[in-house]
């Protein structure tokens, strides 16, 4: 079975599989050119970015291991209070590895006293989701340049309401208008789906025979699907096992589409590329 996430201070010997992780997380959820995005991977995961983050203390850079393997990577500003940067692996995505990273750089802030802001440009398309399904709601728009143009930044606060926000996330007069002085960009990259984490039973029974399950999970909105088995050397395989409900009522196509016909949970096959590899 897969483990748990473990969370842990990043090390140097963690650099290369850092910006790996970066590197494919960005090509998969921003909108965003292939230079564009090496550019700024370089510019904020690189061998310098790594080094300062790691012995600067105002900053913290934590990576997330699972079955001993570097899955994802969070760094943020404890100066300002700040989560900027969250990357999980299209590959790990699905099994708890970006709400454990993100719940450990909240810690993070917690021990300085800081409110915890989260930090996404509008490039990712995936982050907002997950800061909602947290408990966050955007407080403010800013302009900020990233690489060598001028995009826009949300922050998110923990409990931000609608007062705050003018009801569809655009800042109050309150608030004031975005800022536009040049900052250097932060951003989420978590897909839907990750704040799940759920805990895969070595065993299921389906119509009184007892069905093995595999570790090697797909992503799925809600949570990661298991292959089952009928045999315990998983060589005979039977189905899927939806880690959200729990069923095996789980229906797939030629491309391994699945989705789970209980909760409506899915798996799309795109959703496990690694653009890293590229």
């Known amino acids: 079975m897969t483990d748990q996430p473990s969370v842990r201070p990043a090390e140097a010997e963690d650099g290369e599989r850092i910006r790996e992780v970066a590197e494919s997380s960005m090509t998969s959820s921003y909108a965003m050119s292939p230079a564009e995005i090496e550019a700024l991977v370089e510019t ?17 850079l934590l990576v997330a291991e699972v079955d001993d393997v570097l899955g994802g990577v969070v760094a943020g500003s404890l100066a300002d209070g700040e989560v900027r940067w969250l990357h999980v692996d299209p590959e790990r995505r699905g099994l708890g590895v970006g709400s454990a990273l993100f719940e450990a750089a909240r810690d993070e ?35 900020v340049t990233l690489g060598d143009r001028e995009t826009v930044e949300y922050v998110f606060v923990e409990g931000a309401s ?9 800042p109050t007069e ?23 984490e ?58 391994e589409r699945l989705e789970c016909e209980n909760c409506g949970n899915v798996h799309k096959p795109d959703d496990d590329y690694d653009g890293s590899y590229l």
């Open 44 to 60: 904020e995961f690189g061998e310098d970015a790594r080094r300062a983050a790691r012995e600067d203390d105002d900053r913290f």
């Open 109 to 143: 802030l917690a021990e300085v006293d800081a409110e915890v802001k989260a930090v996404a440009v509008a490039d990712n398309t995936s982050a907002g989701d997950f800061f909602e399904r947290c408990g966050f709601g955007k407080r403010e728009e800013r302009t």
């Open 162 to 170: 609608e007062e705050e926000t003018g009801g569809d996330g655009s």
């Open 174 to 196: 309150d608030d004031g208008t975005p800022d536009s002085a040049p900052q250097t960009a932060g951003g989420m990259d978590e897909s839907t789906g990750d704040d799940t």
């Open 198 to 255: 759920p805990t895969f039973p070595e065993t299921t029974t389906v119509d009184g025979e007892e069905l093995s399950l595999g570790d090697d999970h797909l992503q799925g909105t809600e949570a990661a699907f298991a292959p089952t088995y009928t045999d315990a050397d998983r060589e005979e395989r039977f189905g899927f096992y939806c880690g959200n409900c729990g069923s095996t009522d789980v229906s797939a196509d030629s491309m």
